[in-house]
């Protein structure tokens, strides 16, 4: 989901290396979630390498791994993961997924859009 998504997922905030940020979590500010979180509040978190050169900060996919890009694949491959066009799939490295939600389907860009679940506090 991008930063301007229709009111979910705000706000985002962003740690890198580059801005100065060497802790794993960053705080975020509870007024501006619009109050403290209490149970039905649901977060998703993905992580992705950063590209301080790329368009929307995020490091992209080439079919195979190269200098500046993850790979698709290890290798190449006939299979359908492999032979989809890199700029598609989502560049997410790593999710949190909800109880009964394997990552591995979340981030399956072969069954259709990628949309990430978030995780509900109880």
Not at 27 to 51: N, R
Request: glycine share 12%; charged share 10%.
């Amino acid at each position: 989901m991008s930063k301007k998504g229709s009111g979910h997922g705000e706000p985002v905030t962003q740690a890198s290396w580059w801005s100065g940020c060497t802790e794993p979590f960053r705080p975020v500010d509870k007024t501006a979630l619009g109050g403290t979180p209490t149970s039905g509040w649901a977060f998703t978190i993905a992580l992705t390498g950063q590209d301080g050169f790329g368009q929307d900060n995020a490091r992209t996919f080439a079919p195979t791994p190269q200098p500046f890009n993850f790979g698709v694949c290890a290798a190449a491959s006939a299979s359908p993961p492999c032979t989809a066009d890199p700029n598609t799939v989502p560049k997410v490295m790593d999710t949190i997924t909800p109880t009964g939600v394997a990552q591995s389907t979340e981030l399956d860009y072969t069954l259709g859009a990628v949309v990430l679940q978030g995780v509900t506090i109880s």
